[in-house]
């Protein structure tokens, strides 16, 4: 697992704990359509046609952001592997995005 996404990974295990944590397509989709997820979050190693029909999903509805984590190191969040996640709480929802900001500026800062 990288670094710069362990605080990620904690987020998103707080999230879960706390039960504000979808993950599967399916389940994800419907929270996105009902309007109780805050962020979509997708595994880097996800299809090309599941990005583009999640983004499509959430365009105009939610943020939706590729981590840079792959679903091998998510899957200790869930008992099956999963590349598609909805945080359906506000202030978890900025936590995790915060985080992903954070790793993306320590890249541009190491590149």
């Given at each position: 697992?990288?670094?710069?996404?362990?605080?990620?990974?904690?987020?998103?295990?707080?999230?879960?704990?706390?039960?504000?944590?979808?993950?599967?397509?399916?389940?994800?989709?419907?929270?996105?359509?009902?309007?109780?997820?805050?962020?979509?979050?997708?595994?880097?190693?996800?299809?090309?046609?599941?990005?583009?029909?999640?983004?499509?999903?959430?365009?105009?509805?939610?943020?939706?952001?590729?981590m840079?984590?792959?679903t091998?190191e998510?899957?200790?969040?869930?008992?099956?592997?999963?590349?598609?996640?909805?945080?359906?709480?506000?202030?978890?929802?900025?936590?995790?995005?915060?985080?992903?900001?954070?790793?993306?500026k320590?890249?541009?800062?190491?590149?």
């Open positions: 697992m990288a670094n710069d996404a362990s605080p990620l990974l904690g987020a998103l295990g707080i999230c879960r704990k706390a039960g504000r944590l979808l993950h599967g397509y399916d389940r994800v989709e419907e929270a996105v359509v009902r309007g109780k997820a805050y962020l979509v979050l997708l595994a880097c190693d996800a299809s090309e046609r599941t990005v583009q029909h999640m983004k499509d999903t959430c365009q105009g509805v939610v943020p939706c952001r590729v840079p984590l792959s091998g998510l899957r200790m969040l869930t008992p099956k592997p999963a590349a598609v996640f909805a945080v359906t709480d506000e202030n978890f929802a900025r936590l995790c995005a915060k985080h992903l900001t954070d790793s993306k320590e890249e541009s800062a190491n590149g």
